[in-house]
């Protein structure tokens, strides 16, 4: 077999294989099993042997290499002659079959699960539902872009140490965005940088127009300009084709060109806009910290100023007597009061 050998563009190959994979599928419909494994199998009611053959044909149909493609050969023919012994239930190779499907079907339940539990892991990078958004769109179609906070300053109970912490304006390639908490939700990474790509893209698609399809669009209408000539002084081209012209291929690159830049300026302005609705809600943010603390500390100093209750205990005197401790009013003399000393 040669190495330049394609088998899809090979019809004997292709006719080799098709009828390799109906005899498969044909035999495979002829294996009794049991419910467990055909209609009452967790996978399904399809039957489990024509969807392995179906996937294998699926995923060599691929291959070029000679030495793949004759074990691939080999192997259905193989399993073509186990399939024929195997529709006889008293064989065991029915036995091994069924051992083999239902070890594949554990298997791929395994997969699953995996997979499952994988992806109620996986951090969703979706937006919130139920969430409002911080500004909201106060323009009309066809204005410029004007956006305004949607709602007052966060409330002081939302934040856990009680005490408010405004949040900072921040930019990403020109993409206005406010860290409101560390760490910075993974839906914000995932919008600021599917914008940031969509600007470059264009940016790069400008570049492109204008280097070198500027220049292939210059050669297109050189070639139009000499066809037109030649047409012209043949005779073959009437006076009411020669008054409706067309634009040539460098004035309709240019137009894309113009669209795009527009494209790039709207954006610009709508993120300008998007700025000033931000910073505002960091100027109230900020006008609201400061009141609070001010308040707070006001209520520190009231609490300082607040007078204290004296002690109104009688002091404590030392006796001559027994030399002890003896508790008498203030001004009075300590002593025994047995003897009247």
């Not at 039957?47 to 074990?71: C, E, G, Y």
């Not at 297109?220 to 012209?245: I, P, T």
């Amino acid at each position: 077999m040669p190495s330049f050998f394609v088998p899809a563009r090979s019809s004997r190959h292709r006719i080799a294989c098709f009828s390799l994979y109906r005899s498969l599928v044909r035999q495979a419909l002829r294996v009794p099993l049991p419910e467990e494994l055909s209609t009452a199998s967790p996978l399904g009611p399809a039957n489990p042997i024509r969807t392995l053959i179906r996937n294998a044909f699926h995923r060599n149909k691929r291959d070029t290499s000679p030495r793949l493609i004759v074990s691939a050969l080999k192997n259905g023919y193989r399993f073509l002659t186990l399939l024929s012994r195997a529709a006889d239930t008293s064989m065991p190779e029915h036995a091994s079959v069924l051992n083999f499907l239902r070890e594949n079907e554990a298997r791929v339940l395994a997969v699953k699960a995996k997979a499952a539990e994988a992806a109620a892991k996986r951090i969703s990078t979706a937006p919130i539902p139920g969430r409002t958004p911080i500004i909201t769109k106060v323009s009309a179609e066809g204005e410029p872009p004007a956006y305004a906070p949607t709602g007052p300053p966060r409330a002081l109970s939302s934040f856990k140490g009680g005490v408010r912490k405004p949040p900072t304006m921040a930019a990403a390639t020109a993409v206005p965005f406010l860290r409101l908490k560390k760490p910075q939700p993974r839906f914000l990474e995932r919008v600021i940088r599917q914008k940031v790509e969509r600007r470059a893209k264009k940016g790069i698609r400008i570049m492109e127009m204008q280097s070198e399809g500027m220049q292939d669009a210059n050669d297109e209408d050189v070639w139009e300009r000499l066809v037109a000539k030649m047409l012209a002084e043949n005779g073959q081209v009437g006076e009411e084709v020669n008054n409706n012209r067309e634009r040539t291929y460098r004035e309709t690159l240019w137009e894309a060109v113009t669209l795009t830049m527009e494209s790039l300026n709207r954006e610009r302005e709508d993120s300008v806009a998007r700025g000033k609705a931000m910073w505002q809600i960091v100027l109230a943010e900020q006008e609201m910290a400061l009141k609070e603390e001010k308040e707070r500390l006001a209520k520190e100093a009231e609490t300082k100023k607040k007078p204290q209750l004296e002690d109104l205990s009688p002091p404590v005197i030392k006796t001559a007597v027994s030399g002890g401790f003896t508790r008498g009013k203030k001004g009075q003399r300590g002593g025994n009061h047995t003897t009247g000393e």
